[in-house]
T-cell receptor, first 110, second 114 residues
Framework: RKEVEQDPGPFNVPEGATVAFNCTYS??????FFWYRQDCRKEPKLLMS???SGNEDGRFTAQLNRASQYISLLIRDSKLSDSATYLC???????????FGIGTKLQVIP | ETGVTQTPRHLVMGMTNKKSLKCEQH?????MYWYKQSAKKPLELMFV???????ENNSVPSRFSPECPNSSHLFLHLHTLQPEDSALYLC?????????????FGSGTQLSVL
């Protein structure tokens, strides 16, 4: 089983739609979780951290389910500019090792 | 504008060449990283430096040689590469190496090995 698994997509959604991605992780000792966004041919950029209680930043909501070992990202009212690849990042309790998922590609269609 | 700059943006090299990738961070961070991103694969951690000391080396072939002369600069020296080494090489930095540290990436060097 991969350490971090994501559906690579692509997810094609119309503007204004709500879309959700999940990411599962295998290491139950993982302590921190993040979502990064990567535009085509660009570097990954931090979108948001994921906290146990769930957190929201505008149209974006991130949640953590430790029992089932997955994190999720919900995007409401999708914009064309949301088109990108969304990378799930998991950090176990060890030293610096950070594990990235393969990313889920989102395409928002006019 | 990113606080982490990488040069060159693109690099084409033959298998017998020697080249170096450069990374500089202007964020006052103490940790720097090299990642490799190949098509259809997740980012792979190559090296981690914390306060100029290498703290992780993820079984990377010796044809890749990192150098961290100070906490703001990181190099990746390349020699006798293989075509399968063609990828996007990303440098990143973080304030420290704790579990909640966030990574800030440079724009990467797209490397093609012929």
């Amino acid at each position: 089983r991969k350490e971090v698994e994501q559906d690579p997509g692509p997810f094609n959604v119309p503007e204004g739609a709500t879309v959700a991605f999940n990411c599962t992780y295998s290491n139950s000792a993982s302590q921190s979780f993040f979502w990064y966004r990567q535009d085509c041919r660009k570097e990954p950029k931090l979108l948001m951290s994921v906290y146990s209680s769930g957190n929201e930043d505008g149209r974006f909501t991130a949640q953590l389910n430790r029992a089932s070992q997955y994190i999720s990202l919900l995007i409401r009212d999708s914009k064309l500019s949301d088109s990108a690849t969304y990378l799930c990042v998991v950090r176990p309790g060890g030293y610096q090792k950070v594990t990235f998922g393969i990313g889920t590609k989102l395409q928002v269609i006019p | 504008e990113t606080g982490v700059t990488q040069t060159p943006r693109h690099l084409v090299m033959g298998m017998t060449n020697k080249k170096s990738l450069k990374c500089e961070q202007h964020l006052g961070h103490n940790a720097m990283y090299w990642y490799k991103q190949s098509a259809k694969k997740p980012l792979e951690l190559m090296f981690v430096y914390s306060l100029e000391e290498r703290v992780e080396n993820n079984s990377v072939p010796s044809r890749f040689s990192p150098e961290c002369p100070n906490s703001s600069h990181l190099f990746l020296h390349l020699h006798t590469l293989q075509p399968e080494d063609s990828a996007l090489y990303l440098c990143a930095s973080s304030q420290g190496t704790g579990v909640n540290e966030k990574l800030f990436f440079g724009s990467g060097t797209q490397l093609s090995v012929l």
